[in-house]
């Protein structure tokens, strides 16, 4: 268990509103991300840190910003929801900088944006 | 941009048989490392096995070992004497040692263990 919660576990939402998804690990790990995850498509990135208020944009950023003020919290945040934003999301973490080293997810986020 | 391809959207397995579940990767990178994780109904992504692919040795975790061909860009997951626990989906990955930071994902295969 690499220590992640994610919260909510489940959401619906209508279009147009603003939510924010939290992302917390016990373990001060430097790099976190944020995934989707979509029928056909695998996981995508969207964003990821790399240390506090170090961020960067992933693959499928648009529509998302995030945020970390703390080395234990990622918050990915969509400003206005769209329905093509229904998704489950995973938190990833990585214990190391290095890149030979597994990221290690949380159990999603279920959004349904209606 | 680096792909990965899993050709194969659903297998069947008998319990207690071997399968092997097919992952090609497209890069020009030569330093970049594989992953299969496992993702059962929980929805929980676990790590299978890693290969480096600096390494000619095939990685092997217990009942799971992959085939790496580095010419070919092949990485396939054999799963030995399969268990009904198997069943799950499962994701090749792949991720560069110096450029972009993201995991790139295959699209999953699904896998059935029949009893």
């Known amino acids: 268990d690499a220590g992640i919660t994610q919260s909510p576990r489940h959401k619906v939402t209508e279009t147009g509103t603003p939510v924010t998804l939290r992302c917390h690990q016990t373990e001060n790990h430097r790099y976190m991300y944020w995934y989707r995850q979509d029928p056909g498509h695998g996981l995508r990135l969207i964003h990821y840190?790399?240390?506090?208020?170090?961020?960067d944009k992933g693959e499928v950023s648009d529509g998302y910003s995030v945020s970390r003020s703390k080395t234990e919290d990622f918050l990915l945040t969509l400003e206005s929801a769209t329905s093509s934003q229904t998704s489950v999301y995973f938190c990833a973490i990585s214990e190391s900088g290095s890149r030979r080293t597994p990221l290690h997810f949380g159990n999603g986020t279920r959004l349904t944006v209606t | 941009a680096q792909t990965v391809t899993q050709s194969q959207p659903e297998m069947s397995v008998q319990e207690a048989e071997t399968v092997t579940l097919s992952c090609t990767y497209d890069?020009?990178?030569?330093?970049?490392?594989l992953f299969w994780y496992k993702q059962p109904p929980s929805r929980q992504m676990i790590l299978v096995i890693r290969?480096?692919?600096?390494?000619?040795q095939n990685a092997t975790e217990n009942r799971f070992s992959v085939n790496f061909q580095k010419a070919a860009k092949s990485f396939s997951l054999k799963i030995s004497d399969s268990q009904l626990g198997d069943a799950a989906m499962y994701f090749c990955a792949y991720r560069s040692e110096s450029g972009s930071e993201k995991l790139v994902f295959g699209k999953g295969t699904k896998l059935t263990v029949n009893p």
């Open positions: 840190s790399y240390g506090v208020k170090d961020t």
């Open positions: 290969q480096e692919a600096y390494k000619q």
């Open positions: 890069t020009s990178e030569s330093d970049y490392y």
